[in-house]
């Protein structure tokens, strides 16, 4: 990867929500992302129960819209690291998962791994909450082996983030897999 972390300082700490013992402390990395923007990842980590969490900030955010694919085919590439904005939507055809635009805090900054965990819970518990003769049955049981394979970059897949505003990311693992569409100003409304 050709990113290069500029630095990591802490700033301040305060008490863990989680364990209520540790201190959280918060870490500031700055990257060069390859296409010459720059992000800032700041990492908060309890140092009792090591409860973490990341949030980004784009710095020099390129606000082209368009749309963003990235080719899924072995386990390096589910550490692609994934941005998607307020704007953004999210979607694994092959999956059938899709992440429709809001604001949700915690699916901002991931990486493709965590999106899969996210999404093979979600629905293992709409799995279980189905009487055993739904029909769905059959179709989500194969959601969930095709998921249990993705995780284990057995399943190929192409994950799709659409963005009208511009500002989501994919800083892909390998390049070569990554490609951008610029949408023409008359796609937008
Ligand atoms: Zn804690």
């Known amino acids: 990867m050709s990113k290069r972390a500029e630095k990591t300082e802490i700033n301040y700490s305060f008490k863990c929500p989680i364990c209520s013992e ?6 500031k990395v700055t990257y060069d992302v390859p296409d010459g923007d720059k992000i800032l990842i700041i990492k908060f980590e309890c140092n009792i129960c090591y409860y973490s969490n ?21 386990e ?15 979607e694994i055809p092959e999956l059938e998962l899709v992440v429709n635009p809001g604001p949700r805090a915690d699916f901002y900054y991931t990486n493709v791994e965590g999106i899969l965990f996210r999404f093979e819970n979600a629905v293992s518990i709409y799995r279980k909450n189905l009487e055993e003769d739904d029909a769905q049955i059959e179709e ?11 995780l284990k970059g057995e399943f190929k897949f192409t994950l799709i983030i659409t963005d009208t505003g511009g500002g989501s990311y994919i800083i892909p693992n390998d390049k070569s897999k990554y490609s951008f569409e610029k949408f023409e100003p008359k796609e937008l409304n």
């Open 54 to 74: 990341n949030d980004i900030i784009p710095l020099t955010t390129n606000f082209t819209p368009g749309i963003m694919k990235l080719k899924v085919t072995n």
């Open 76 to 90: 390096d590439d589910l550490k692609s690291k994934i941005y998607r904005s307020p704007v953004g939507s999210l």
């Open 140 to 150: 989500i049981d194969k959601i969930l082996q095709d998921l249990g394979k993705a």
């Open 22 to 27: 540790g201190k959280i402390e918060i870490s």
